[in-house]
């Protein structure tokens, strides 16, 4: 299966969404590799820790050979395939992405550049189906429309729609608006939380520096739902956060 993670606009957590699913998904013993089809602004890889890697999905298209030759696997145990940060691959061409894609043995799940430009729209004509992110406003939710009708066209399966960075205020659009106007389901709800941002301070998955948090469980969830293997939310969660928090905070007393 290759399982395209698009957006209308930029910014949303593609690459957030990405990775963690991944490793959610990696965690309950799926078969998945993520891939950064973001070849102009890459940074996939920048997320996990490293900024040059010797062989990257560009690599792979320029050179015809295989994409499991730029198969890296990450200390948490997700497989990955990265693309490179230098200007030198702006021209790579991806109107093949897909023969490239059939043939690996794993699962994909895609990391596409937002909009609709030459890149993404080759990232989505690669896919069996698409997951498109967006935050609760206006614009988000006129761009993804966009991306929905393109797929549809395309005959790509718009799987559905994943709301992030939730803050739960009376601007934001509720979910069923947001179902309503595009006409897809949101099978995910993701909260804004600062553990992801500081999680890509530390260049560590979410799900993997903080698998208690808020976050994590809506990537975990949506990865059960994904995989249909079985995820229970841990007893006690909000005293188990709240033990966490104290733990993480030695000044927290002021001591
Ligand atoms: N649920 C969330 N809560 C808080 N911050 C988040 C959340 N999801 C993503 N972020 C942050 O938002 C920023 C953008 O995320 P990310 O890079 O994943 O977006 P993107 O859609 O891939 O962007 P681009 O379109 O530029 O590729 C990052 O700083 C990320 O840490
Ligand atoms: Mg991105």
Known sequence: MIRGILSGKGGVGKTTTTINLGLAMHSMGENVVVVDGDIKNSN?????????????????????????????????????IPAHVSLNFLETDLSNFKNFLNKCPYNLLIDSPPGLNKESLSVLRSCDEILVVLEPYLPDITDCMKTIEIAKEMNIKVGGLILNKLRNKNYE?????????TNTKVISTIPFDENILRSLSLKNPIVNYNPLSKASISYFK??????????????????????????????????
Do not use: D
Not at 173 to 181: D, M, T
């Open 44 to 80: 996939l890889g920048l997320h996990l820790g490293i900024l040059k890697y010797n062989t990257t999905l560009q690599e792979v298209i320029e050179k015809k050979i295989s994409l499991l030759s730029a198969l890296y696997i990450h200390e948490t145990g997700l497989r990955f």
């Open 222 to 255: 949506l990865a059960s739902e994904l995989s249909g293997k079985e995820f229970k939310v841990p007893k006690l969660l909000g005293l188990k956060r709240m033990l966490q928090f104290v733990n993480q905070k030695p000044n927290f007393f002021g001591v």
């Open 173 to 181: 659009f509720g979910k069923e608006e947001i179902e309503a106007c």
